[in-house]
């Protein structure tokens, strides 16, 4: 058999390269909208909605909630995150499939809100509020019945902010009950050591209009950190350490509440199925995971469903044209990625929030992100036109569900609600 020479050997090699450079070309993909995606595209057509709209899925929320409710541990009480379901009726919605009143409240507009809207709500703190808004909320209260010394319990991370707290309540000759923000881990708030806890107890001793209501240990970095060499589990195990301590140094002073009961508070919906019965606390606060955005897709929360998405109409269809300047590198994509070549224009965009139906719509990387006009480049498979609409899957709920008026909640192939949402707020 005849070598070859080097001219047949680069001949050679430029096909295997060829050959090569095809294998790592990206495949040809895209699908229109599955069943359930044109089933809520039908129904927020019949409903006359061509906006860009906030929609949830009824069956999927209904069926997240009985599912959460399900995996809560027996003797652990469920507080549902209010800015996570910034909605009176969704959190009413989720409050009665759950049997929960309980709610934690993270600024002062949603607290008068709730206090006056739902006066029967027990409300726990999410986060340290300034003791001007506890003040003005004191001083005005609200005309629902809603009683703000008994129904709010008033975060508290520090001795500073504690002594804040104690001249508030001299000085409006109330009782305060408040519920002490211990760090846990995370390092971003809450009482750092058993120093800082030491002032807080002495604080309490000597104001009897303070009332110790419990504890509150947010516990969500476990599962965000690294899980290397058994990071997590020592993340959690320290968790669970922290707070038995500060609980126990607690009840070692003295301190009792005064209705006899305390609150107990820790998770969040990454960590709430991690929580026992057998730990040191008694209740657990979930929010995000009832309607589950993309943030949330962990192995923790693997039998939930997305039950939330952005609608939007689209605006225009023609082959991709990249813009001046730049036409080379467009049409070389293109050539590349077959995905590249049909362009969608949508009504709005750059929300927190990723592609879901129809399959295979991606960003452009020539064109930046546009909160008028956003391009999402597709292969053609969809099948999109003109008024079509596009669903994309928020990646947080908080905010994003504030952000396109009232929610149209869909039931089988009806529009059978709209939804008011909170106003926005920090």
């Not at 379901?85 to 709610?103: F, I, K, N, W």
């Not at 019965?277 to 995000?288: F, K």
């Not at 939930?304 to 023609?318: E, F, G, R, S, Y």
């Not at 592609?355 to 452009?364: F, H, K, M, R, V």
């Amino acid at each position: 058999m005849a070598l070859l020479n080097r001219r047949q050997w680069l001949g050679l090699a430029a096909l295997a390269g060829g050959a090569t450079a095809l294998s790592l070309r990206p495949a040809e993909i895209g699908a229109p909208h599955s069943a359930f995606f044109a089933r809520l595209s039908k129904a927020l057509r019949e409903a006359g909605l061509n906006q860009p709209t906030l929609v949830i899925d009824r069956e999927r929320l209904h069926a997240n909630a009985r599912r959460v409710r399900a995996n809560l541990a027996p003797g652990l009480a469920l507080r549902l995150v209010n800015k996570s379901l910034p909605s009176l009726p969704l959190l009413d919605e989720v409050a009665r499939l759950t049997g929960t009143h309980r709610q934690m409240v993270f600024n002062q507009p949603y607290l008068r809100l709730l206090a006056e809207q739902r006066p029967d709500s027990d409300v726990l703190l999410g986060k340290p509020f300034p003791v001007a808004a506890a003040a003005q909320l004191l001083a005005q209260p609200p005309r629902s019945g809603f009683d703000v010394p008994r129904q709010v319990q008033w975060l508290v991370d520090s001795p500073e902010r504690l002594a804040q707290y104690r001249d508030l309540a001299r000085g409006q000759q109330v009782a305060l009950r408040i519920n002490l923000e211990i760090d846990v881990g995370l390092h971003r708030g809450g009482l750092p050591d058993a120093a800082a806890l030491e002032q807080v107890i002495a604080l309490l001793r000597e104001e009897p209009r303070l009332h110790w209501s419990g504890l509150m240990g947010y516990d969500a970095h476990t599962e965000k950190i690294p899980d290397v060499a058994g990071s997590r589990e020592r993340a959690r195990a320290h968790v669970l350490s922290t707070y038995r301590e500060h609980l126990a140094a607690l009840r070692a002073s003295g301190q009792t509440p005064v209705d006899g009961v305390l609150t107990l508070n820790t998770g969040g919906s990454p960590t709430y199925r991690l929580h026992r019965a057998d730990g040191p606390a008694n209740e657990v606060a979930v929010g995000s995971a009832l309607v589950k955005p993309t943030d949330f897709d962990t192995p923790l929360l693997a039998d939930l469903q997305a039950a939330a998405w952005i609608a939007t109409p689209v605006l225009k269809v023609q082959g991709f044209l990249a813009p001046n300047g730049v036409e080379p590198l467009g049409q070389a994509a293109q050539l590349w990625d077959r995905n590249q070549r049909t362009a969608h224009f949508i009504h709005g965009g750059h929300w927190l929030a990723r592609p879901a139906s129809p399959e295979g719509l991606q960003a452009s990387g020539l064109i930046g992100p546009s909160s008028n006009q956003q391009l999402f480049l597709g292969s053609g498979r969809q099948g999109l036109r003109p008024d079509d609409l596009v669903f994309l899957r928020p990646t947080q709920s908080e905010a994003v569900l504030q952000q396109f008026g009232d929610i149209a909640v869909v039931e089988g192939d009806r529009v059978v609600a709209m939804w008011p949402v909170f106003p926005a707020r920090g």
